[in-house]
């Protein structure tokens, strides 16, 4: 078994990891601009769209190893790496074990460790009833029906509250730890989010050598970077994988 994924532009590689409930599709409002520059992979994570689970349950580190086996089918030495919230603890946890797999590396929304506060939001995250207030459990149901049907998109929601649970989780790294990580880094933060808050995200930009910090203004944990945020947000991803982004010396 292995992960769904699919391929555009050529180039150096850019992976892309999607957030927790969501499936490679995250990425297409940003597909063109960057694929325009690189050859951009976005697989739909373990238990995500139509990637299969493939362990009994999701965890960031099996998780990881399942990213780390689709580069290597691919023949990839090594990536830049964008992930999103899930896909930023993926993206995290393959820059401190396998640092010789990245080349930049962006933290979207995403911090360093899982604390109880955090993880409140997650499982709000993980309610049904919040997606169809919001009115995407049309596009969630669709999204995952290979995950088993038209409602499994609900287990998928859980597994990621699961996979973060702060007393098991593997997301629960130091500020130590991440001075480890001599990649240039991109920390991309929303300043209200109530799951990452942005003393945390200064903080990791203090811990991090080569590390910039990008706010986004008037933005929660859902940043909407497919509606009216994404053309900026893609030039910003562009910009600093192309070496115009500023990083601490």
């Known amino acids: 078994m292995s992960l769904h994924y699919e391929i555009q532009g050529a180039g150096v590689p850019l992976l892309l990891l999607h957030s927790g ?5 995250e990425w297409q409002p940003q597909q063109a ?6 050859q951009v992979i976005t697989p739909d994570l373990p238990g995500h769209g139509r990637s299969p689970l493939m362990a009994d349950a ?30 930023g603890a993926i993206a ?3 820059a401190l074990k396998h640092p010789e ?9 995403v911090n360093y460790r899982k604390t109880a506060a955090g993880h409140a939001g997650t499982r709000e995250l993980a309610d049904p009833a919040y997606w169809r207030r919001v009115g995407m459990a049309q596009m969630l149901s669709k999204a995952h029906q290979p995950q088993g049907g038209s409602e499994a ?11 973060l649970a702060p007393e098991t989780t593997d997301h629960h790294h130091t500020l130590d ?9 991109l920390i991309v933060a929303g300043d209200r989010d109530p799951l990452v808050p942005l003393d945390d995200q200064q903080a990791m930009l203090r811990a991090i050598p080569h590390a910039g910090l990008w706010v986004i ?13 994404s053309e900026a947000f893609g030039q910003e991803l562009l910009r600093f994988f192309l070496g115009r982004g500023v990083v601490k010396s």
């Open 21 to 25: 409930g969501m499936t490679g599709a």
């Open 33 to 38: 601009v960057l694929s325009a520059q690189f």
């Open 58 to 87: 999701l965890s960031i580190s099996g998780a990881a190893q399942a990213v780390l086996a689709l580069l290597d089918s691919l023949a990839i030495d090594r990536t830049h790496i964008v992930g999103s919230s899930l896909g």
């Open 92 to 94: 995290l946890w393959l």
């Open 101 to 109: 797999r990245i080349n930049k590396l962006v933290l979207y929304r």
């Open 153 to 163: 998109w609900q287990q998928v929601i859980a597994r990621v509250a699961q996979a």
């Open 177 to 185: 730890d991440l001075a480890a990580i001599t990649h240039s880094t």
């Open 217 to 229: 203004p008037y933005a929660t944990h859902v940043t909407a970077v497919n509606t009216w945020r």
